[in-house]
């Protein structure tokens, strides 16, 4: 059995990833309590009349939604579980691990998915109600058409989406989405593809991050340096040879993801641990020793 205080630590927070950490949308929080103050002075003072109850509505939905983002952790509390490869790969393209290290993609909540849903069915149902007026001899109605469709197209596709996302988590025997570790290699499962990376094709692990954006903090980011001749892609295309892991699609925090594909890449004698008890008590340790914010 290997002992405990024999495999790796987690690492430091790497440096390119920035001295400051995510934090809290503070700012979306305030946005969210602003809309739903502003949609209970709108249904207050509408004095019963449709217009101004259904702007009110409307704001107080986007509040909610404001909300909902701004109580999101930037890092949540996961951890890594001990999944059979089975469960984690198509029956066309199998692994040559047994036993698996498995971190599951964050799923979107069932209070974030509802706003994505309820969001979809309000656009939707408006701009069919934009249409009709519009043909009715109202044409200037044609003038929220193209907003009302475009707002109804984005939150159809993210409720879909959401939803695909939170089908194949949810239960044993679903292929997941996420990132497997074995002894042999690392397995990343995607929406539209899966990739077995052996850890004989990874030539370095390097810390990165996204590309800065207004209002954003830039999100850890993890470049595998890969051989794409021996990495094995499901629908036979051809991989480049950097492969990104985007941590924050993880339901685990940066730092465990990058201790985990840097200290079993540089240490192939640790690989041993995975798939063991010790290996799991090793994952749940950095789970609780990563910082939260």
Do not use: N
């Amino acid at each position: 059995m290997t002992d405990l205080s024999e495999l790796p630590p987690l690492q430091e927070w790497p440096s390119p990833w920035g001295a400051r950490r995510p934090r809290r949308r503070v700012g979306m929080l305030w946005v969210g309590l602003a809309l739903i103050a502003a949609a209970a002075a709108m249904i207050g003072f509408s004095g019963g009349a449709a217009g101004p109850l259904w702007s009110g509505a409307f704001v107080g939905l986007f509040g909610i939604t404001a909300l909902a983002v701004a109580g999101r952790s930037p890092f949540v509390d996961g951890r890594a579980r001990l999944v059979d490869t089975a469960t984690l790969t198509r029956g066309r393209m199998a692994s040559p691990d047994a036993r698996m290290h498995f971190v599951p993609e964050r799923r979107p909540g069932v209070v974030t998915l509802t706003l994505c849903i309820v969001w979809a069915v309000v656009f939707t149902a408006a701009t069919v109600v934009a249409v009709g007026i519009g043909l009715t001899g109202r044409p200037e109605a044609f003038l929220g058409v193209a907003v009302l469709a475009a707002a109804a197209a984005l939150f159809v596709y993210t409720a879909v989406r959401a939803t695909v996302t939170q089908y194949r988590a949810d239960s044993f025997g679903r292929r997941p989405l996420g990132m497997g570790i074995g002894q042999d290699g690392v397995l990343l499962m995607r929406v539209t593809e899966t990739l077995y990376v052996p850890w004989s094709a990874i030539r370095r692990v390097e810390p990165d991050t996204t590309e800065p954006r207004r209002g954003m903090d830039e999100l850890p980011l993890i470049r595998l340096r890969v051989d794409p001749s021996r990495v094995t892609a499901s629908d036979g295309m051809r991989v480049p040879g950097t492969v990104t892991v985007a941590p924050a699609m993880l339901k685990t925090h940066p730092q465990v993801v990058w201790s985990a594909l840097r200290e079993f890449h540089d240490s192939p004698a640790a690989r041993a641990a995975l798939g063991t008890s010790a290996g799991q008590r090793m994952f749940d340790e950095w789970c609780a020793s990563a910082p939260a914010d």
